[in-house]
């Protein structure tokens, strides 16, 4: 097979069978132009009608992006069917007609029952395993298929490309089914790199989205991460975007940059869908081991939710009314308490992230000197997070203390070299 016989898909799931393969990208989302059409002609590693090989396999349902074709991401699709999984998508498509309506949560009800069709699609397949099912998403696709996971409990573990489940959990909470207390296998989200401020400012895109992380950060007492990967933007999850999408002059990496992210990211795709199966079949998850694979494949931990016992769980809200009524100040040592309560007790850093940035970002003094506090207690939990550093100079940056932001922008970049914002910061604060 070639990449084109992917757009053919395309081009029928868009109900223009009839049209001239030539015209697919000028007519569908992407420019026609020399790259693009020799990025088309390129071989792929299928083979079409191949016989199937024996045996069973773990199900990959697929959720593309908003308004996508089910081949958009062929290249993971291929890697992992290499790898032994049999992977099933469909186009993302509205409850009434072919279009899609805006991104809501009638959207995303649509793509579940999409979801729940591929799942039985998959379960009469000779060669499917419909007792290891997992579900990727990216951008839409990422937010619809978590409330598909909490009403469906045959799923083992939920991996989000860059998914909308981060930038707008109100959306997935509206779909019927949505219940937190339901979410019980493993979540990991690997997110775009940063956005230049530049660009925020230009295109108006809100700076907070990327720190904040609300689902995340809701879980408790299961697998839950987000790495970054680095050098890519958030149509690079993608092949389609990877192969015909307009590079972005303002932020993009070089393309050989780009690509190898991408490579990156199939195989960070790969170990956490392993991970998942032991974790389904032994209910153990080896975080050192994990995290140290993911890492090797280019990839950033910014946040983890902990693995809490229920007693643990019950004392988070607790915690932080403590803290409040002590003085934050005193967070250290209401910590120690809670901990002396309840051993298995901790805070997860993408919690302490939120709060701290949410706190020391404020005009009010008091606050920012109980936002420091916060970060401050959190980069003596995670010392190793590039993310608490750097947001906790931010703080100090705010607050007008420029040695200490110094020195936390220094102490972020030393942990991870391509803090593009830890760079920007210290060039400005060496003027």
């Known amino acids: 097979m070639h990449v084109g016989d992917y757009l053919s898909v395309l081009k029928d799931e868009e109900e223009w069978e009839e049209l ?25 590693r299928a083979f079409s009608r191949a016989t199937p090989a024996l045996g069973r396999f773990p199900v990959v349902l697929y959720a593309p992006s908003y308004q996508a074709s089910s081949t958009e991401n062929f290249m993971l699709g291929e890697y992992l069917a290499s790898h032994g999984y049999l992977v099933l998508a469909a186009p993302s498509r509205g409850a009434r007609n072919l279009r899609l309506t805006g991104g809501t949560s009638e959207d995303a009800g649509a793509q579940q029952r999409d979801l729940a069709y591929l799942f039985g699609m998959a379960a009469g397949l000779p060669q499917a395993d419909p007792e290891h099912v997992y579900t990727i998403g990216f951008s839409f696709g990422g937010l619809s298929n978590v409330p598909f996971t909490m009403v469906n409990r045959f799923v083992d573990g939920v991996i989000s490309l860059d998914g909308t489940i981060k930038y707008n959990p109100s959306v997935a909470a509206a779909v019927p089914g949505f219940d937190l207390a339901r979410f019980r296998v493993p979540f990991v989200h690997f997110r775009q790199k940063p956005i230049p401020d530049t660009i925020l400012v230009a295109d108006g895109i809100d700076p907070g989205l990327a720190q904040r992380f609300t689902f995340l950060d809701s879980l408790r007492d299961v697998p839950a991460y987000e790495f970054e990967a680095p050098d890519l933007t958030h149509g690079q999850f993608a092949s389609y975007g990877l192969l015909f999408a307009p590079r972005d002059e303002r932020q993009d990496r070089p393309v050989e940059r780009i690509h190898l992210g991408y490579a990156g990211l199939c195989e960070a795709v790969l170990t956490t869908l392993q991970y998942m199966a032991t974790y389904a079949r032994q209910q153990r998850w080896d975080d050192t081991v994990y995290v140290a694979k993911i890492l090797e494949t280019g990839h950033r931990l910014m946040n983890r939710s902990t693995v809490t016992s229920p007693a643990a769980k019950q004392g988070m809200a607790d915690f932080f009314d403590h803290v409040r009524q002590r003085g934050y100040d005193q967070i250290d040592s209401v910590y120690s308490d809670f901990r002396r309560a309840h051993r298995a007790f901790a805070v997860p850093e993408g919690v302490l992230n939120t709060v701290g940035l949410q706190l020391g970002l404020s005009d009010d003094e008091a606050k920012q000197q109980a936002g420091t506090a916060v970060l401050d207690f959190a980069v003596e939990r995670y010392p190793e997070s590039a993310n608490l550093h750097d947001s906790l100079a931010t703080v100090y940056l705010h607050r007008g203390l420029r040695d200490r932001a110094i020195y936390h922008f220094e102490r972020s970049l030393m942990l991870f070299p391509g803090n593009e914002n830890a760079q920007r910061q210290l060039r400005k604060l060496e003027q």
Do not use: I, K, S
């Open 20 to 44: 001239p393969t030539e015209y697919t990208l000028d007519w569908f989302y992407y420019p026609r132009n020399g790259v693009t059409e020799r990025n088309a002609t390129y071989p792929t």
